[in-house]
């Protein structure tokens, strides 16, 4: 009652003391000022003039949206030398990433007042907040702690290519941004100011001085390293400090801290081994980046390791702790000490927890040199240190002893030291492990079934491929009952069916300590799962588990028939105890929102995910399955991205019930992860999420609104693939009036953008809204949602579908979603893309899709019931008009850039520019793909 009571009155007493909006104001401008004193003097008084120049016309237009201004816009950056478009391209770019910056530290500074009291925000995900109105909804502090206590987040960080922004300029951002905090502090000295204002120049001008093109791309080894800064940089301590904000806001209510076993996070990562459609990720490469991971875990437990010896000088200790000591440190010889900076002389065996940890230490110590060993392909050096028996090879060998040094202070009434830097780092050993990620491995379904057909070819099986579903099971489960291999040893086989093979070869050789799901794309059949199990059992190791499979159900076809795939698997005698023996009769699935949408439009999409997971979670029920779904979501709301609490709370009920597990994709994990506040931040978002949609979101669904979505997904999908899948002249279109072949040049990720020749059912989904977000049009979002609500309309439905807009809020979610994407449209950039790069006998299709744009926003705003786009939501819309200003003369660039190549001009400061110019946009609009 208690807690209640507090969390009441600190909601009650919150209000804006201080003004916020002033102090972003003020950064930009200074930002901005900054920068351009420093391009001043690189650029020309020439050069900077008419940088002047399209900044007031800019301006102008912005204000009245007049077809004179924005033709004046047009012919000066038209009129400019393929330098000059360079300049201009990069000066923009620059500027709307300072302003990304800008904007972040702003909502990380407002979050931390709003934790202090000193102001509002327009939502609340705050432990207290939540907690608060779970108490006042009648729900006890026991239900809220043990519900905390058993719930799981996994981020899933992949390589997929949507960071369009180099490492080298994400670091002097960071950099900003630390100058930025260090000159709002309230107790800096007048040498701090001036310290912390020298060091922005310095960065500023660096960014300027900086190559913004990537000259080659990544390599699958790079993305890898770059997954792991941001754990090391931010998650790292991001995670023990949230975790400690939650044992706060607990203990306001009357319960204990979270349990030491507790993981309330846990990181995974892509980066290595997906390699689905990235000829780039072999076996080697997977090898190499699970020891890169293991080197890298290593060294920074190696730090806090050190630091805690410093620490822990304490010399009472348990029975029990003393016990192990004698036990086990005399492993230790005295030559170990000597490879350590500190402690290099043996600990007095009267500081038991030093004793204890320089055995930790020494096996941290060989872990490294281990792990670095294997990178070397040092195998001898490599077998010498295993032969040592130091080298950790799980992480219970590693918790164990913490766990016992925690328990030891604890019975020795020192809890205060046990749980101080102890507590983090047990902490950090359950959410990171000892390699800091887990490795998930994907590949397409069908390169599984051409492996298996060239071996059943071989060994006088006949076309495995040839084979119907039901002959497919029978001869799989043939296979999973015989003991005899299948693949004869000196078989010969083409290079992309050994690539297949070997992966198996190296996950069995790794096992799951390391590495996470084994993951199917493209998966339509249940065949598709029991011919991976058959391979894994074809390469099984001696005493390691092999991997969960985890089916991706990606398109329409697919997530309508989940349940009956999943319904078969788990009927299936083999399979059923399979999965109870080896994964405690837990099966997860992977959905995924991009092909989905690219599939059948956005409005069918969602409903088919919503359908499909709530049939999949009902039958798991019935078949006495524990189900988990992985939410392969990605950045932009045309790849089921968006603001995380509203995409946990839209989820179908009973679907999550304390364990989620979501990708975070390309410039999401700069987004949500690239600065310790806003880390910290994402953590409570998604724990708030969780919790609010395990106890809370239990709304009944009337029978009513189930057909009035599958109306309206039924209508739009009709309309989307009339238009993208079958309409002669569309792809025709696509490729003129969008810059989708000019993508590659961006080097973004490892990857190719598509998974073969052909239309646009093989690009890859992100180039797929990369190239339309470019455009401004975001057609992928909204195309076939106007003729949907108006056939809603026409059948006298539309007040329903008001009513399950206010009250529904899986509804509520989409639409509000979808009126962040069209708030960003811009009739006019799309038209001049039609103008300039269009032939003339396309641009009436063109003129056609903005009609129905236009169309699409009246009907959503009848629905939302807004006079104009996010009038609910004054803050997105003000972050979106300012940024019309960096926009516009960067979409006009790329026009002309655009135009130039198209006509044949190839000269390297040409597509440096138009580079720079889809780079620019990206960073404006805040998103890729």
């Not at 934790?115 to 327009?122: A, H, I, M, T, W």
């Not at 800096?188 to 093109?213: C, G, H, I, N, Q």
């Not at 410039?667 to 953590?683: H, M, R, S, T």
């Amino acid at each position: 009652m208690e807690g209640q009571k507090f969390s009441k009155m600190k909601l009650e007493a919150r209000m804006d003391t201080v003004d916020f909006l002033a102090p972003l104001q003020m950064d930009v401008s200074q930002l901005r000022s900054g920068f351009n004193q420093c391009v001043a003097g690189y650029v020309g008084e020439s050069v900077f003039e008419i940088l002047e120049k399209i900044r007031k016309l800019t301006k102008i237009y912005d204000l009245n949206t007049d077809a004179t201004t924005f033709q004046q816009l047009v012919d000066l950056v038209f009129g400019l030398s393929n330098e000059e478009l360079l300049t201009i391209a990069s000066h923009f770019s620059h500027i709307a990433n300072l302003a990304n910056i800008a904007e972040n530290v702003h909502r990380i500074r407002r979050w931390r007042a709003y934790n202090r009291g000193e102001s509002s925000l327009f939502f609340h995900h705050s432990c207290d907040d939540v907690f608060g109105e779970m108490l006042g909804k009648g729900y006890t502090p026991e239900q809220i702690y043990e519900t905390l206590s058993n719930q799981t987040i996994e981020f899933v960080l992949t390589a997929h290519p949507t960071q369009a922004l180099r490492r080298s300029i994400l670091q002097k951002l960071h950099g900003i941004a630390d100058c930025l905090f260090e000159l709002h502090r309230d107790d800096r000295t007048p040498f701090e100011m001036d310290r912390a204002r020298e060091k922005m120049r310095s960065y500023l001008t660096a960014l300027w001085r900086t190559d913004e093109v990537r000259r080659s791309p990544p390599t699958p080894e790079d993305e890898a390293r770059g997954t792991l800064t941001v754990l090391e940089d931010t998650c790292w301590n991001a995670v023990p400090r949230y975790t400690r904000m939650v044992d706060a806001a607990l203990q306001k209510i009357g319960q204990p801290s979270l349990p030491l076993d507790a993981r309330p996070f846990v990181f995974g990562s892509w980066a290595g081994g997906d390699r689905d459609g990235n000829p780039f990720v072999t076996a080697d490469v997977t090898r190499r980046v699970v020891n890169l991971n293991r080197f890298r875990g290593a060294n920074v437990y190696l730090s806090e390791i050190e630091g805690l010896m410093f620490e822990l000088s304490v010399h009472y200790g348990s029975d029990e702790l003393k016990k192990y000591n004698a036990e086990h440190v005399s492993e230790l010889s005295g030559a170990d000490s000597l490879k350590f900076k500190e402690f290099w002389n043996r600990v007095p065996p009267t500081e038991p927890y030093r004793l204890l940890f320089s055995l930790i230490r020494a096996r941290v110590f060989a872990t490294r040199e281990y792990a670095e060993a294997l990178l070397d392909d040092n195998q001898a050096e490599a077998v010498r240190i295993k032969s040592t028996s130091l080298v950790y090879e799980s992480t219970t060998q590693f918790i164990e002893p913490l766990l016992l040094a925690h328990r030891s202070l604890c019975e020795t009434g020192d809890e205060a030291i046990a749980n101080d830097k102890l507590l983090d780092l047990i902490r950090r050993a359950h959410s990171f492990g000892l390699a800091l990620v887990k490795l998930d491995i994907r590949q397409e379904a069908g390169r599984h079934t051409e492996a298996m057909d060239c071996i059943t070819k071989y060994i006088g099986d006949g076309s495995y491929e040839e084979l119907d579903e039901a002959d497919r099971m029978a001869y799989l489960t043939k296979l999973l009952a015989s003991k005899r291999p299948l693949i004869p040893r000196d078989m010969p086989m083409p290079d992309n069916v050994k690539a297949i093979l070997d992966c198996f070869k190296v996950v069995a050789e790794i096992g799951p300590e390391f590495l996470g799901a084994y993951i199917i794309s493209m998966c339509m059949k249940p065949s598709d799962v029991l011919l991976v199990e058959v391979f894994q059992r074809e390469f099984a190791v001696p005493g390691s588990k092999p991997l969960r499979v985890v089916p991706l159900l990606e398109t329409i076809d697919a997530l309508a028939g989940g349940v009956d795939t999943l319904g078969v698997l788990w009927d299936h005698e083999w399979y059923r105890a399979h999965l109870d023996e080896t994964h405690g009769g837990v099966q997860e699935v992977m959905v995924g929102y991009s092909d989905s949408g690219k599939d059948g439009g956005r409005v069918t999409s969602v409903w088919e995910l919503f359908k499909a997971q709530e049939g999949m979670a009902k039958k798991a029920l019935e078949k006495n399955i524990k189900l988990r779904f992985f939410h392969g979501r990605g950045g932009t709301v045309g790849r089921g991205g968006g603001p995380q609490h509203l995409a946990i709370l839209s989820q179908p009920p009973n679907t999550i019930n304390g364990y989620l597990r979501a990708t975070i994709q390309g410039e999401v994990i700069q987004q949500d992860f690239g600065l310790p506040g806003l880390a910290v931040k994402a953590l409570e978002t998604y724990t708030t999420g969780v919790l609010k949609h395990d106890l809370v979101n239990k709304i009944v669904i009337q029978d009513g609104w189930r057909d009035v979505m599958e109306q309206l997904s039924q209508v739009s999908m009709a309309n989307y693939r009339q238009i993208v899948h079958k309409d002669p002249l569309f792809v025709k279109y696509f490729r003129f009036a969008t810059p989708e072949q000019e993508l590659g040049l961006m080097n973004i990720g490892s990857r190719p953008q598509k998974r073969r020749e052909g239309g646009v059912e093989t690009l890859r989904a992100i180039p797929w809204i990369f190239a339309w977000t470019q455009t401004r049009l975001h057609l992928p979002v909204w195309l076939g949602l106007g003729d949907a609500i108006a056939a809603i309309e026409e059948a006298g439905k539309l007040p329903e579908l008001q009513i399950m807009y206010q009250q529904w809020s899986f509804v509520r979610s989409f639409f509000d979603l979808i009126c962040t994407v069209l708030a960003r449209a811009d009739f006019k950039i799309s038209e001049a893309y039609d103008e300039h790069l269009v032939p003339e006998e396309l641009r009436e299709f063109g003129a056609t899709l903005r009609e129905k744009l236009d169309k699409a926003i009246e009907l959503v705003l009848q629905v939302t019931g807004q006079k104009q786009l996010l009038d609910n939501d004054r803050v997105e819309k003000r972050a979106i008009e300012t940024r019309r200003q960096y926009l516009t003369p960067m979409n006009i660039v790329q026009i002309e850039c655009l135009k130039r190549k198209r006509a044949g001009d190839q000269s390297q400061v040409l597509v440096d520019a138009l580079i720079i110019s889809m780079k620019a946009v990206a960073a404006a609009m805040q998103a890729t793909g």
